[in-house]
Structures are given as structure tokens and as C-alpha cells.
């Protein structure tokens, strides 16, 4: 069974999914991560992303650290997906405002969403996707399929919880994200959408599983 959770940046993708494979006893995917990880190799050195140009070089690198035995490794755990490099847990480097800032740059250019889709199609169901486009165009043949939004206002107050920014700012980040992202993230017309700023984390989750079979006794 593959179950995709798509939606806007903050609308509590990674915790539903995170909920609701738990109760199926079935691993998530975090495909943001992965798009995170590549932002983050690029910045690291020094590579600009805000032009088509960029791919080649972003790709080089990829590549380079693959054939180098330090590939970007995302690691999908009950617990939460990290991403690890060279023996390295580099997952919390990858929830900064400078990641934010420029993911939406690297995640437009096609041969990296390429790169990004591959790894995830490897992997052998049953399994739970989240991002953007998982129900749209990675899986679009998965079993269930959900689209998550709440308002940015209700968004930026819950990320505020977790870093050191202000509402204000926070807000206007997340707006401007959903709209270089707008292009990826058309939910896939056979989703169910759910609206994450009308309930409490274990609400949305029960909401969700609500939808799916119930989770085998292992
Ligand atoms: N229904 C909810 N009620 C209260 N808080 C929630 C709810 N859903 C998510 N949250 C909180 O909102 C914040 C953002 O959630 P999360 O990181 O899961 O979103 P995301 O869509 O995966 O984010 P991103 O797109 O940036 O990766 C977290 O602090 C999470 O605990
Ligand atoms: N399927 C996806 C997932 C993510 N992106 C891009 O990555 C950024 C970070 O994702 P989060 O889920 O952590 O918010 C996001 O802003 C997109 O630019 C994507 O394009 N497709």
C-alpha cells in the first residue's frame, strides 16, 4: 500500500505522516528533506541556485559525493526521517531559514526533482510519501491520497513554537515559499483535503486514518 500526504509548506505534513505511519506500522518518506539535503550540499559549496544554469553544477555534485561513498542518505525512521552524510546526522541543518530560503529555487529545476523522485521510487511499498507532489506525479497511482492546508497565519504561529522568529516574518516566508512552490504542489484531483487549523495534531491524524484500513495487529 502506498499512502501520499501532499501540502502547503507548515501544514503539518511531516507530523501527520509521521502519526499515521506509526499507527499502520509503516515507514514515511519525507520528500521535502531530500529537496532540503540537495539546498543544503549546494550552499555548503557555495553553489548558486537561482538560475537554470545551476543544475549541472548541483548534479555534478550529487553525483561526486555518490561515487565518493558519502551520498546524501535519507533515513526513514518511525521516530522521523533524518538525512546522514559521511557518518554524519546532518537533518537539523536542514530546517534553517537559509535552507527555507532557497529550496524553491533548487526544487524547480527538473533534473533534480529527477534525482529526488528516483530514490523514492526505489523504495519497496507499503509506505506513506509526503511533500508536494507524491499523489500528483511521483505515486500517482497510490492506494489513498490526502492534500493538507490551513491558512498561513495559523501556520506561522505553530512554526514560531519551534524556532526563534517572528510571527510576522514567519508568515510572509511561508507565503512567498507556497508561491515559488505553487507549480509542484497542484494537489492530485483524487485526494482528500483536509484542513490542519480546524483540529489538534491527534485529531488530523484520526482524520486521516479514518480513510485508510485499519492497521494490521503487528
Ligand atoms: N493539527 C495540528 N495542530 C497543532 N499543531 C500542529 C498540527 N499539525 C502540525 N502542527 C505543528 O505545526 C508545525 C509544522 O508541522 P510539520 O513540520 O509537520 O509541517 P510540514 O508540512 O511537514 O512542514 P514543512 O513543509 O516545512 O516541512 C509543527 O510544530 C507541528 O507540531
Ligand atoms: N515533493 C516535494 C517536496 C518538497 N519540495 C520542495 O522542498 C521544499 C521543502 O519541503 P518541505 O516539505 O520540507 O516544506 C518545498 O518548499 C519545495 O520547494 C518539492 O518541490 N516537492
Known sequence: MIVTIDGVAASGKSSVASGVARALHVPYLSSGLLYRAATWAALQHGLPLDTPEA???LLDLLH???????????RPLPEGNQVWQAGRDISEALHTAEVDAHVSAAAVLPGLREWVNAQLRALTPPFLAEGR???????PHADH??????????????????RAQDVDSVEAALKLRDERDV????????AIHIDTGSGTLPEI??????????????
Open 55 to 57: 543544475e549541472g553544477p
Open 64 to 74: 561526486a559525493q555518490t561515487q565518493a561513498g558519502t551520498p546524501l542518505d535519507l
Open 133 to 139: 507532489d507524491m499523489g500528483s506525479t511521483v505515486f
Open 145 to 162: 491520497k490526502f492534500y493538507l492546508h490551513a491558512s498561513a497565519r495559523v501556520r506561522a504561529e505553530r512554526r514560531v513554537k519551534e
Open 183 to 190: 507549480r509542484q504542489s497542484a494537489p492530485a484531483p483524487d
Open 205 to 218: 491524524i484520526a482524520q486521516v486514518l479514518a480513510h485508510l484500513p485499519a492497521p494490521s495487529a503487528t
